[in-house]
Every structure is written in structure tokens, then in C-alpha cells.
């Protein structure tokens, strides 16, 4: 049986949190929340799953905060619904949606955790579909005057806040390989969400910053690529990918400019002018968050587009996602972030977890033993950071509930606990009472 005793290693001060976001858990049907791309995308291409119902976190939201105090956790990681507090326009506020945040905010505080909110976690209100979402910078400038208004409504509330979650998501994988919302696949739709994202997180920026003194940062995705083998041909695809999915995020958070191997394919379809944006996109950020699951074996691919890599199923043990177990990354990826970008730099880890195909026992109880070992073994890979010095702060497990995984609906668990979706029920796992063990 595997185990968490790694956590007694862990400095006093660095901080542990679970991690969801509004869409996947609140349940849309509740308290006025408007429609999103989401609910658009799951009635188009998901046969009707989607977050109507969730965890009902809107009604269940006390009993969650309770879970996570009862980890031993200091920290929570959600996500502002937009929607929900603006379901028609950008001027009508859903008074019942600001009220929700607050008594949440109020409870988080009360139970002595950091709130650690997002801004923008996938759920962007359907009518800006009339305008093409994203691709169009008018969607940018709503996006900072939603930022302005929270930091607004409840910045006293909170010292750190995201912008975007995962960039690389909401542009490559919902606008190039179809597979979240709007389930574009056109390369020029992708490379205008790549850049208008990250203006948004700029303009974002700018507007939190004229009304408070928050530590703001971003949240990015990193995927470690490894080449086939070591062809001259598949060492170039890995460094593509890399370039395309890490990198071009990274380069112009900390750089102020895209890598030239991105460019060389994706420079005809980035907007006019683009280079102007860079400088708000670069503005200086207090503290950077990475997402990390997985890595991806790359193999030369000729395609028309000049993207020309395509990426292979791994040898290496799997979680119900069919994602391997590749801890080494996340070592890798904080350290990329102090040695290439910023050695000074708060880095959280936002978000490491894995799915597994959960079951309740004849106890009615869950024992995720191989969530105990992945989490054990990244959180390995993050003391050895901590011990080489790098500035890794936090750590925040995905997630506290199961919940709408997005595409896959409810079919992927990943939370510490377990969620009956009839009844709402909520049944801490295993890997639930082996956090509790070691940090209350
Ligand atoms: C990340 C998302 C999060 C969740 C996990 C499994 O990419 O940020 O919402 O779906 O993957």
C-alpha cells in the first residue's frame, strides 16, 4: 500500500490546496447562472452532458469548504463563473451570483484557507459566440472589464489572483484540435485565440492593477514532449510541440516575444500588428502557476499546415485518462521556469492529479491506492526542488470532488473525494484520509 509520508518533509510554510473550477462543479442550473460555450459545445457534440447539475457545489459549497479544512489544506484554488454573474451582458449583474461569491469567499476565510481565485476557467458566456469568442479582441476588453469588477466587488477578500486558465487549452486543443469548446478546428481560429488569450491576460492585468494591490499571476499547462527516438526528424517534431505548447505561453508572459520556431508556422495567422500587444501580455506578474499531468511522445508527421508532429501512446503506467505517469516533468518544467525565465518568481503548482476509475466498495468506501502513488511521486519530484533551492511555494491537488471533466462528462474521476451524481453525496477517498494523516 502506498503512502503520503513524504509530507512531513515539506517546509512549514509551503502551502497545500485542492483545486476546481466553476463550470465543472457548481451546476449551472442553479442561483441565475447564464448560459456558456460549454452548455452550447455539450448540447453540439456531447450528446446533452454537461454542467447543468455538476457537484451542485452552489448549494453544497459549505460542506465542501469543510472538506478541504478537514485535508489539512490551507489553500483553495476556484474559479469565478462568469456567467453566472453576468448571464446576459456585461452591465446586468446576477445579484444572486455576487452573493454566492461572497458567502463562498466568507466561508474560505472563515475556515482560515487562502482563496486562490481564477478569473477565467473555460466557462466564457455563449454570446460572445455572435462575435467568434475569442478571436475577436472586443472579447478581450469585456474580459478586463469582468477582472476590474471582481477585484472590485470582492478584492479585499483575497491577496492572489489568476487571470487565464491553461491558454494553451482554450486556443490549441478548443480551436485547433476540436476537442474542448467551441470545437474549432482552423488553424487561424487557434493561432487568434493563442495571441487575443494573452492579451486578454494583459488587459486583465492592467485592470486588477488600477484597482488593487493583488499578487497577480497566470496559470499555464506544460506537457513535457519526448521524441519518438533520436532521428534528427522526430527531435525537431518534440521541439515543435514544445515550442507550440509550452513555450510560445511562456516566452511572452516572461520574454515579451513568441519563439522563432513557432513563428516560422504560425506567424501568417496571428493578427496585424501583434507585436504591439506583447508589452501588455509581458506585464510583470507577482507569482506563476503550472499545470501538470503528463507527457507526450512526439513523432515527425508531414501535415499541409506545417504543423508537423503528431503525438503517440506511451509505454509507461496510465491513469484512467490514458495519460502516463511521468513525475520527472514536473521537476523539469519548475526548473525550466527559474533557469530560463525567472529565478525569483513564487511558482505554484496549480494543479497535478490523475484520474482513476474509482469505485465504491462493499464498505462504501474508495481506495484510489494509485492516486496515493502518483500523488507520492510528484510530490517527490517537488521536495527535490524544493531542496535544490527552486522557488516552488505551493502545490494543489486536482481536484477536491469528482466532477464534469469536460469532454469526457462524468465519466472521469479525479477528486480526493468521491461524488455519488444522484444524490450529491460526498465520500472522501483514500488519498483523502492520507493528506489528513500527515498535515492535521
Ligand atoms: C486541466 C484543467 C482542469 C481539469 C484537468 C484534468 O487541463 O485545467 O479543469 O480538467 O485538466
Not at 199 to 206: D, F, K, M, T, Y
Not at 278 to 295: A, D, E, F, K
Not at 296 to 305: L, P, Q, R
Amino acid at each position: 500500500m502506498n503512502n503520503l509520508s513524504i509530507l512531513k518533509n515539506f517546509p512549514s510554510s509551503f502551502i497545500f490546496g485542492t483545486a476546481t473550477s466553476s463550470y465543472q462543479i457548481e451546476g449551472n442550473k442553479y442561483g441565475g447562472c447564464g448560459k456558456s460555450i460549454w452548455d452550447d459545445f455539450a448540447r453540439k457534440k456531447l450528446n446533452g452532458i454537461d454542467g447543468l447539475n455538476a457537484c451542485n457545489h452552489y448549494e453544497y459549497f459549505e460542506e465542501d469548504i469543510k472538506l478541504i479544512k478537514g485535508l489539512g489544506f490551507n489553500a483553495y484554488r476556484f474559479s469565478f463563473s462568469w456567467p453566472r454573474l453576468f448571464p446576459e451582458n456585461n452591465n446586468d449583474i446576477n445579484m444572486d451570483g455576487v452573493d454566492f461569491y461572497k458567502r463562498l469567499l466568507d466561508k474560505i476565510l472563515e475556515k482560515d484557507l487562502e482563496p486562490f481565485p481564477t478569473l477565467y476557467h473555460w466557462d466564457l458566456p455563449v454570446r460572445f459566440s455572435k462575435i467568434e469568442g475569442w478571436e475577436n479582441k472586443d472579447t478581450c476588453k469585456r474580459f478586463a472589464e469582468f477582472s476590474y469588477f471582481i477585484s472590485q466587488q470582492y478584492g479585499d477578500l483575497f491577496k492572489k489572483i489568476a487571470t487565464v486558465n491553461e491558454p494553451w487549452c482554450v486556443s490549441w486543443l478548443s480551436h485547433y484540435l476540436g476537442e474542448h469548446a467551441p470545437g474549432k478546428q482552423n488553424l487561424k481560429s487557434a493561432v487568434s485565440t493563442m495571441h487575443n488569450i494573452l492579451l486578454a491576460h494583459g488587459l486583465s492585468v492592467e485592470a486588477l492593477k488600477t484597482n488593487n494591490s493583488h499578487e497577480i499571476g497566470i496559470v499555464l499547462n506544460n506537457q513535457y514532449a519526448e521524441p519518438l527516438d533520436q532521428k534528427e526528424e522526430n527531435l525537431n517534431a518534440a521541439k515543435l510541440f514544445d515550442s507550440i505548447h509550452n513555450r510560445w505561453f511562456s516566452d511572452a508572459i516572461f520574454k515579451g516575444k513568441y519563439p522563432e520556431l513557432s513563428l516560422g508556422v504560425l506567424e501568417d495567422y496571428l493578427p496585424k500588428n501583434y507585436d504591439n500587444d506583447l508589452r501588455t501580455i509581458s506585464h510583470p506578474l507577482q507569482w506563476i502557476g503550472l499545470n501538470y499531468y503528463t507527457r507526450s511522445i512526439i513523432k515527425y508527421h508531414e501535415s499541409e499546415d506545417g504543423i508537423n508532429y503528431k503525438t503517440l501512446r506511451g509505454f509507461l503506467k496510465k491513469t484512467d485518462m490514458d495519460w502516463e505517469y511521468f513525475p520527472e516533468g514536473l521537476s523539469y518544467f519548475i526548473k525550466r521556469i527559474n533557469k530560463e525565465y525567472d529565478d525569483k518568481i513564487p511558482i505554484f503548482i496549480t494543479e497535478n492529479g490523475m484520474a482513476n476509475d474509482d469505485k465504491l466498495n462493499s464498505k462504501k468506501e474508495v481506495d484510489d491506492d494509485d492516486r496515493i502513488e502518483f500523488f507520492n511521486l510528484h510530490l517527490k519530484e517537488i521536495l527535490k526542488c524544493i531542496r535544490e533551492g527552486l522557488t516552488v511555494k505551493g502545490y494543489f491537488a486536482w481536484s477536491l470532488l469528482d466532477n464534469y471533466e469536460w469532454a469526457f462528462g462524468y465519466t472521469k474521476r479525479f477528486g480526493l473525494v468521491y461524488v455519488d451524481f444522484d444524490n450529491f453525496k460526498r465520500i472522501p477517498k483514500r488519498s483523502y484520509y492520507e493528506f489528513s494523516k500527515y498535515l492535521i
